[in-house]
């Protein structure tokens, strides 16, 4: 175990967070000289990940390199509750089936920041699952109707007149619970969870134990810089998206986030990172030579430093050379789509096929917007079909970064 000073520990976690509520306390707990159960309750509503859900893993990563322990609660059952923090609208709710299918991608995904070994796996459905209704009841009198109304998402829909669903009240109490059946010393979340992360610390209190520290992170805007990262907003830069695709969607960073992004999403040394925004301020350093170390050390997280200067060669090889990579990957055309009624094959569906698009809807907007090029000619609006002769041994690209050749 590597407990360092309470100084240098506090250095290391305060970097890139927006509050510790109390500070005080996180340093009381840091002074016991034990291994803290730092918590991060995560509901498996989607099945892959993004650089967005990596910020709180990289922080759990920093508490776990500092000899601490992560306790990562699947919310297998609070998913079907719904976190309603941030949202204007009730979640709907996911099957059984689907919440332990992406449970155990997240986890798998997790595991490319966290350190397995320390890591503590729970299922909230142990304890919330094996409440009656009676326990319910008693839950919920530790808390206020006023008080949970005070939330900024709830007291935004009651004022723009939405539905608020009695079961999306519960959800805090029963992500309260979580920290009571586990006994966090520390609960990390985003800051729209403040609030639920505080009802965990009141309950504690309520319970006898000591209180949790709550410990915020700001949410990590997406590629179009305004909009949090959501694959929703097609804004994202997914853990297991191909190198040069992550290379390529770090080169269109905004400058203004460029610190943000080296603060959340790399490990570089705040230190460094201070000298890198003087630098940026006096002119010293150059933006495009930052943004091309900033995407080699988000590919080397998750793919390697090798990985990382091929990516770099590839970019280069588009964007300056204009030229199509030779390695690019192949499909027998006949595997991927098959003629329609009409004997023409249907370009959507075939993109969809070749993981080029996650739906036909998704590749007609791709295609009408000018992003699909066959041999490096953009298609048309609405040209939507080919003859299977007309794309035999043709280069299906979609936007800059993404090229399959089709063998007839």
């Not at 306390?25 to 099945?47: F, H, I, N, Q, Y």
């Not at 909230?124 to 808390?143: H, P, Q, R, Y």
């Amino acid at each position: 175990m590597n407990m360092n000073s309470v100084e240098k520990q506090l250095e290391l976690i305060q970097s890139g967070t927006d509050a510790i509520v109390p500070l005080s306390d996180l340093k009381d707990k840091l002074t016991e000289g034990r291994p803290l159960r730092v918590k991060l309750g995560v509901d498996p509503t989607a099945p892959d990940l993004h650089l967005g859900h990596a910020v709180p893993l990289r922080k759990l990563r920093q508490f776990q390199d500092l000899g601490h322990v992560v306790v990562l609660i699947i919310g297998d059952f609070t998913a079907r509750i719904g976190d309603p923090s941030g949202r204007n609208t009730t979640r709907p709710p996911l099957s059984r089936e689907q919440i332990e299918e992406n449970a155990q991608t997240y986890i798998a995904q997790a595991n490319k920041i966290l350190n397995p070994e320390f890591t503590e796996l729970r299922h909230n459905s142990e304890w919330l699952g094996a409440m009656d209704f009676a326990d319910v009841i008693k839950l919920a009198a530790n808390f206020t109707v006023a008080r949970t109304l005070e939330r900024d998402d709830f007291a935004r829909r009651v004022a723009e007149q939405k539905s608020i669903s009695l079961h999306e009240l519960l959800y805090p109490m029963a992500q309260a619970m979580d920290s009571v059946a586990i006994e966090a010393d520390v609960e990390i979340g985003g800051t729209d969870q403040l609030f639920n992360l505080l009802a965990g610390r009141e309950l504690m209190e309520k319970r006898g134990l000591a209180p949790q520290v709550c410990l915020t992170l700001p949410l990590l805007e997406g590629l179009d810089g305004v909009q949090k990262m959501s694959k929703s907003y097609g804004n994202y830069i997914g853990l297991t998206e191909a190198p040069e695709d992550m290379f390529g969607k770090a080169m269109s960073i905004p400058d203004a986030l460029m610190i943000k992004y080296f603060t959340l999403a790399t490990p570089v040394a705040p230190a460094e990172i201070c000298g890198i925004e003087a630098g940026l301020a006096d002119g010293s350093l150059h933006p495009g030579d930052l943004k091309r170390r900033l995407g080699r050390e988000i590919v080397t997280l998750y793919h390697g430093a090798g990985a990382a200067g091929l990516a770099e060669a590839a970019f280069d090889l588009i964007h300056k050379q204009h030229e199509i990579p030779e390695d690019i990957p192949e499909v027998a055309l006949a595997e991927v789509a098959s003629p329609g009624d009409d004997g023409l094959i249907y370009l959507p569906a075939l993109m969809v096929a070749c993981d080029l698009a996650q739906t036909t809807s998704e590749g007609r907007r791709l295609i009408d917007n000018g992003g699909v090029k066959l041999d490096g000619e953009p298609l048309a609006k609405n040209d939507y079909k080919r003859a299977p002769d007309a794309l035999a041994g043709v280069v299906l690209q979609v936007g800059k970064r993404r090229f399959i050749r089709l063998n007839g």
